[in-house]
């Protein structure tokens, strides 16, 4: 699933001062478990990877 920029970017400034990624990923319904949240928070541009399908 892809999610919008600017859902990232909401996230992101939740978690950047002192929120949590898991009360950011229940917050937003999000997943944390895979690396949605963790991804967001380390890259600088929040645009969607483009990743060719092997179908």
């Given at each position: 699933m892809t999610y919008s920029i600017d859902l990232r970017k909401r996230v992101v400034v939740f978690v950047r001062p002192d929120g949590s990624k898991a009360e950011a990923s229940r917050k937003y319904e999000v997943s944390i478990k895979y690396m949605c949240v963790n991804d967001w928070c380390n890259r600088s541009d929040l645009t969607p990877?483009?990743?060719k399908?092997?179908?």
């Open positions: 990877k483009i990743v399908s092997i179908f």
